[in-house]
């Protein structure tokens, strides 16, 4: 089972992309979203194309990043350097502008299982964001010697959406609370955005200072 990771990467990982999950973002709010407008029911469609979003993204990476260090292990590290310095940026602006969660109950038209699919599945897959995230995020946890760098970022890939869909699924089933207790309760969002700062910093420093080696 070359493709497992250490534990150790395994249970950063782990923490990183449940805090992840956890903090309101454009995926968050088009749950909730959907869930007031249409229902519950209807949001967890939405949940189920974000995920097919992340499984294209996540195959991209595998596949294209594999390529790379098979072509060139410097520029590998040239990417996982650029990864360090984008999740420093993205924990200073954490903490500059916070999490966004705005949402609106406004009256639409019920659209088919197919047709909320889609929408979670388009949002996802067309947010440079969350390509660059992608990009960036996994080679962090994977070495440009593993024979198995491959098996890993997939690995790496679906366990994110293993945490990541539990965590949006729990959100549409609470929607209607959730809302309306995290727009209360600003101090708890911005506590999620030190935490967000606090592990990707951590990360950050830790790529820089061990390929300062």
């Known amino acids: 089972m070359d493709f497992l990771p250490s534990l150790p990467t395994l249970l950063a990982f782990a923490a990183a992309s449940l805090l992840l999950a956890a903090t309101p973002g454009p995926d968050m709010t088009l749950s909730i979203s959907r869930a007031l407008a249409q229902g519950k029911k209807a949001a ?3 949940v189920v194309g974000t ?16 390529a790379l260090i098979t072509a060139s292990p410097t520029a590998f590290l040239v990417l996982k350097t650029g990864g360090a ?23 639409e038209a019920k659209g088919s299982a197919l047709s909320n699919i889609a929408t979670g599945f388009s949002v996802n897959i067309l947010n440079p964001k969350v390509v660059i995230f ?3 995020f996994l080679p962090q946890f994977v070495s440009a010697d593993d024979p198995a760098v ?39 969002m911005r506590a999620l955005d030190y935490s967000f700062a606090g592990v990707f910093s951590v990360f950050a420093v830790k790529i820089f200072l061990t390929q300062a080696r």
């Open 51 to 66: 995920g097919l979003g992340i499984v294209v993204h996540t195959l991209l990476v595998a596949f294209g990043i594999s």
């Open 44 to 46: 967890l469609f939405v």
């Open 134 to 136: 992608f990009m960036t």
């Open 150 to 188: 491959t098996g890993k970022l997939l690995f790496l890939g679906f366990f994110f959406i293993a945490i990541g869909m539990p965590v949006n699924a729990l959100v549409v089933l609470a929607a209607d609370w959730l809302a309306a207790w995290l727009q209360r309760n600003r101090r708890v």
């Open 85 to 107: 310095a984008y999740l420093l940026w993205l924990a200073i602006q954490a903490i500059r502008y916070g999490s966004s969660l705005s949402v609106t109950k406004v009256t």
